[in-house]
T-cell receptor, first 109, second 112 residues
Framework: GQNIDQPTEMTATEGAIVQINCTYQTSGFNGLFWYQQHAGEAPTFLSYNVLDGLEEKGRFSSFLSRSKGYSYLLLKELQMKDSASYLCAVMDSNYQLIWGAGTKLIIKP | DGGITQSPKYLFRKEGQNVTLSCEQN?????MYWYRQDPGQGLRLIYY???????QKGDIAEGYSVSREKKESFPLTVTSAQKNPTAFYLC???????????FGSGTRLTVV
């Protein structure tokens, strides 16, 4: 079966760094996505990894290891507005996105 | 600007009533999707369509129906057969030059 695992909830302090992990088992792989979703809103795209390695985009970075079925999203210099859910999703061999349940990130002052 | 428009933003349904959620995109995307999201949960696929006049059931299609008569439009009907319809509904589309999905702003459906 297809499965994506990520922690349910994490807490971090404003100004700190947090790493959100995602492990996956899917039928085929056409890339891994990270989305941010604020409460009551639609998900917004953060990053896309299809090759192994680190992609950096401002305060956010995403890492992928295809051999390990593993990715992480790294958020630096945390701000209160980063409080949101972070969704990991893998595009399978049929180009369908398989979604994790999301990680709720709580930022404390 | 191109995008996806969902309407209405909030919808209230009485028991036994059918309701239709609208989803329109002007991105010229071929593929469109409907998801349901319950509090604290991930996205669950209801239906998807990869081309006009064709659509497939997702993981939780029971109690829902769709149509795809135009490329731009993919309405979702929540029928009276759906016993627990209260949820946040998201429509998305995907083009072929970029694999990510573009989302509408969502419709929150509540049964009263």
């Amino acid at each position: 079966g297809q499965n994506i695992d990520q922690p349910t909830e994490m807490t971090a302090t404003e100004g700190a760094i947090v790493q959100i992990n995602c492990t996956y088992q899917t039928s085929g792989f056409n890339g891994l996505f990270w989305y941010q979703q604020h409460a009551g809103e639609a998900p917004t795209f953060l990053s896309y990894n299809v090759l192994d390695g680190l992609e950096e985009k401002g305060r956010f970075s995403s890492f992928l290891s295809r051999s390990k079925g593993y990715s992480y999203l790294l958020l630096k210099e945390l701000q209160m507005k980063d409080s949101a859910s972070y969704l990991c999703a893998v595009m399978d061999s049929n180009y369908q996105l398989i979604w994790g349940a999301g990680t709720k990130l709580i930022i404390k002052p | 600007d191109g995008g996806i428009t969902q309407s209405p933003k909030y919808l209230f349904r009485k028991e036994g009533q059918n309701v239709t959620l609208s989803c329109e995109q002007n991105l010229n995307h071929d593929a469109m999707y409907w998801y349901r999201q319950d509090p604290g949960q991930g996205l669950r696929l209801i239906y998807y369509s990869q081309i006009v006049n064709d659509f497939q059931k997702g993981d939780i299609a029971e109690g829902y129906s769709v149509s795809r008569e135009k490329k731009e439009s993919f309405p979702l009907t929540v029928t009276s057969a759906q016993k627990n319809p209260t949820a946040f509904y998201l429509c998305a589309s995907r083009g072929y030059t970029y694999y990510g999905y573009t989302f509408g702003s969502g419709t929150r459906l509540t049964v009263v």
